[in-house]
């Protein structure tokens, strides 16, 4: 019995051990498979070295000199792509990899034929990557012209492309893997040696001209596409006219000339798509106008090197005239205005991203009759400055210390029209006013802007005031903002409040101030009529509002509220107002007083050390009757 029972039990173990062996046999492996093989010419037989193999994402490896491959893969069905110079891209499909187990391949590979392009196409035609294309001199294109995915075509020296406005049109839509490919033809990277001389010559900037897209409408496609070593007129290597409205996309202008951008858009309808493309070691990258909107998806270095971006990092802004709704976000290089007077006009907006950069070649100019809307933050603030200023976004002109910004470069922005809604936030304008003396940016008009919490530095405003709200209407919002190493930082009317917000003078510097260090509330020759009910908060140490001139009028139905600590002062003229409606006039801090007082509000006059004289303005009238408050200084009544 008991012999009986161990040679069951014997049986069972057994039959338990076998179970886990199949049940281990049966365990999914993750061990990689493997991909090998061979490539040949297709023409010849010939084992082909150098041709890369890719499964859509990444390079898997380069056949060796005698054509064999081999690589490890995890398991999976793939699509392999076998590319390399001179030869027509292969394609193997649904290629089955099991883990542990080796997938033998032997490709063979077409050889690229060389087209020569001599004349002018005039009906449409298809070109392939089973060809490379030698353009061999300035040719039309007057019909549509369809590029496949993978192509090369090499511009000759000083050849170049006109698509034309009747009938011309270029579809050139290639894929991640498979660019399709505008260069020199010394360029040997591209398609191989096809000029024949070995190493004799090296693609350079220039090699040749451009392409040039015309007429109202076309609608051109370049999607993958590679532009390189053109610019050879030194104006470009892609240009669209008037009109154009041409989609580039997922492309890259690399080493080109071209003073106006490499891709230059100056002139393209409002339907231009430029999206995801990359720029860089051209002389400028790009140029657009201020009729179709630019996302912050183009980048302007070199991924490989983000040290290498381009002669003249910015966007040029041509074509100074908005015509639509336009929305800018591109803040990784600054826009760049060098017309001398650019437009919105009323019905037209434009909307700035936070972090855009503005400069301005000198003498520029910004006429806003539609809207303007630039809303930063403190973190990331929009900038309105000189195209010599280093300090923001680096050395856009290229001059390196050769020439420095300063008060007065670019002219000003304009903001009119009734009510106009325009906004500033969190914007930083420096070195304008240049025009006449006058301002940086006015609101001019009965305009309604808001105006917070920006930064006005280094800017002339003589006659009128850096921030010129003189002809403003009762909507407008200033506040928030910093004055200092200007002229005169503000100007305003009586019909605008103003809190205690703004401040005329460094925050972290006491002593670096403005030249005129007040806050003006009339035009030279005229009378400031309060208008409305208003406030005057301002009581900043060293700030008065200052009138010039003809004084304040405070009529019936009007009042004016000073806060504690205000100082009014005057240079000539007077105050007029009618029974109560001059309020707080008494309040702790509050004077009326000399313009030439520097003991209240500061040396508001920038003579340095100035004190009042009696006669110096006429004093406060009520009704005819004049006051003779504690408070009224250096008046003549």
């Not at 294109?141 to 369809?146: D, E, Y």
């Amino acid at each position: 019995m008991n012999h009986m029972v161990k040679i069951l039990t014997s049986v069972l173990i057994l039959s338990v051990l076998v179970l886990i062996g199949c049940d281990s046999n049966n365990t999914p492996s993750n061990d990689p498979g493997i991909v090998e093989g061979i490539v040949t010419n297709f023409n010849t037989g010939e084992l082909v070295g150098g041709i890369v193999i890719n499964d859509g994402t990444t390079d898997l490896a380069t056949t060796n000199s005698n054509g064999y491959y081999s690589f490890e893969i995890e398991k999976g069905t793939y699509t392999l792509t076998f590319s390399g110079n001179g030869f027509v891209p292969y394609f193997e499909t649904n290629v089955e990899v099991a883990a542990g187990e080796t997938v033998t391949l032997n490709i063979q590979i077409h050889p690229i034929s060389i087209i020569e392009i001599s004349s002018n196409i005039a009906g449409n035609v298809n070109w392939t990557n089973g060809n490379i294309y030698h353009i061999n001199n300035p040719i039309q294109i007057s019909a549509t012209l369809t590029i496949q995915a993978g192509t090369v075509i090499k511009f000759k020296d000083n050849a170049a492309w006109t698509v034309m406005e009747t009938g011309g049109e270029v579809v050139a839509v290639g894929t991640v893997q498979l660019p399709i490919i505008f260069t020199s033809w010394h360029d040997d990277v591209a398609g191989g040696d096809t000029n024949g001389d070995g190493n004799a010559t090296v693609p350079a900037r220039g090699d040749w001209e451009d392409i040039v897209i015309r007429g109202e409408g076309n609608d051109s496609n370049f999607d993958y596409c590679c532009f390189r070593y053109g610019g050879g007129n030194d104006e470009q290597v892609v240009r669209l006219n008037a009109g154009t409205t041409v989609s580039i996309t997922n492309s890259t202008f690399a080493h080109n000339l071209g003073e106006d951008g490499a891709l230059n858009a100056a002139l393209a309808g409002s339907a231009t798509v430029v999206q995801e493309n990359l720029f860089y070691d051209n002389v400028w990258p790009l140029q657009i106008n201020m009729n179709f909107d630019l996302d912050a998806s183009n980048s302007f270095f070199d991924p490989s090197n983000r040290g290498l971006g381009n002669d003249y990092d910015g966007i040029l802004v041509g074509n100074y005239m908005t015509d639509g709704i336009i929305t800018w976000d591109e803040a990784d290089i600054p826009f760049v205005f060098t017309e001398s007077d650019y437009q919105i006009p009323a019905g037209n907006s434009v909307t700035l991203s936070e972090g855009i950069v503005i400069k301005f070649a000198e003498d520029v100019r910004w006429e806003v009759d539609g809207v303007l809307t630039a809303n930063g933050t403190q973190s990331n603030p929009i900038y309105f400055t000189s195209l010599k200023d280093d300090s923001v976004d680096g050395d856009t002109n290229e001059d390196g210390i050769a020439t420095s910004p300063v008060a007065g470069d670019w002219f000003y922005i304009k903001v009119r029209g009734l009510n106009n809604t325009s906004s500033f936030t969190s914007c930083k304008f420096l070195y304008g006013g240049g025009y006449d003396d006058d301002y940086t940016l006015c609101l001019y008009n009965d305009t309604g802007v808001s105006v917070n919490f920006c930064l006005f530095k280094y800017n002339v405003g003589t006659n009128n005031a850096t921030l010129d709200a003189g002809a403003a209407g009762s909507g407008t919002v200033i506040a928030g903002n910093t004055f200092y190493f200007n002229e005169k930082p503000l100007q305003i009317n009586g019909s605008i409040s103003l809190d205690e917000t703004n401040m005329c003078r460094n925050p972290n510097n006491y002593t670096q101030a403005n030249t005129y260090n007040g806050i003006f509330i009339d035009s030279p020759g005229e009378v400031c009529s309060i208008e409305g009910d208003v406030t005057w908060a301002e009581n900043e140490y060293g700030v008065a509002f200052v009138s010039l001139y003809q004084g304040i009028n405070i009529n019936v139905g009007n009042s004016l509220t000073l806060a504690e600590d205000v100082i009014l002062k005057f240079d000539g003229g007077s105050i007029d107002y009618e029974g109560n409606n001059l309020i707080n006039y008494d309040a702790s801090g509050v004077f009326f007083t000399s313009w030439y007082d520097d003991e209240h509000g500061g040396d508001t006059n920038g003579d340095g050390i100035s004190v009042g004289t009696i006669g110096d303005w006429e004093g406060i009238s009520n009704q005819g009757i004049w006051e003779n408050w504690a408070n009224i200084l250096y008046s003549e009544y």
